[in-house]
């Protein structure tokens, strides 16, 4: 088991809704001190696609459109390093 979820996500999630993804971290301690969202340079780690949400839109859309493209080039190409290098 990756990720266990004890309440809806949902709740939070809507906090942002400006963001067409939110993605976890590989970071093992928090960023900030409210329950915003961390800050990916304090992280020190790349984005963990372990959990992604993605908000249907057109932005969305052409992302995950670039992602699939890239990891049909290259068959050695793990998913998340893909991810990460968009």
Known sequence: V???WLRDPMPYFSNFPEADFLVSSDTTAPTTSDNGLELPKAAH?????GVLFVRHGRNSQ??????M???AQDDNMWDQNGFNQL
């Open 62 to 67: 052409q992302v995950v459109g670039k992602w």
């Open 69 to 71: 493209q890239m990891l």
């Open 45 to 49: 780690s790349a984005a963990n696609i």
């Open 2 to 4: 990756d990720t266990v």
